[in-house]
Structure formats: C-alpha cells, structure tokens
C-alpha cells in the first residue's frame, strides 16, 4: 500500500472568478499545488468532471481532501452531506480550512 496523499480541490462558478485566495490557502495548509484540482462548475451538484475523477479516480483510503471553504464542496446541505459521507466511507480525511 503507497503512501497516503493530500489532496485539494478548489471551485469558482464562473469564468471572471479567480483560484487565487484558494490556491493561496491550501498551499499554506501545505498541499503541493500538482495535488490541487481547480474546477469551474457550479456548485448545485455533483456533475463535475474533474471532481469526480478526484473522487473516482484519485483518492484512496487514507487521503487527505482539502477544501478551503464548505460551500466549495457544494450548495446542497444535504447533498454536501451525502458526499462527505460517501468519503468517509471511502477512508478518506476532509478539511475545511475557513468553518
């Protein structure tokens, strides 16, 4: 079994909003900027691709997901809470810097 990982995830609605404050804060929290995926899609669901393929494809029990503010993860409360719930089962950590 490999080493564990942190990763980030960092979302902006729009195409004029900027990663900048993000990228900024979970670089400080000390995740690796390769290990940062940067989306624009709204938050109303879960249909986003890169998110998915994070979820899908990068995490593994015992990684660490960063996220700078909750309502990068989503808009949904209860869908925000179905998905960390799916993660946790998953084995994986989640971070929220800015509660």
């Given at each position: ?6 990763y ?23 995740v ?40 990068r ?27």
């Open positions: 079994m490999g080493e564990s990982k942190v980030g995830y960092a979302r902006v609605s729009t195409q004029e909003q900027s990663f900048d404050r993000q990228i900024q804060a979970l670089e400080k929290y000390g690796n900027s390769r290990d940062i995926v940067m989306e624009k899609q709204s938050g109303k669901d879960f249909n986003r691709p890169l998110y998915q393929n994070l979820k899908e494809n990068m995490l593994r029990a015992g990684d660490t997901l960063v996220v700078k503010e909750l309502d993860l989503g808009r949904d409360m209860e869908m925000i809470k179905s998905e960390w719930q799916y993660l946790i089962d998953k084995g994986v950590n989640i971070i929220i810097l800015d509660t």
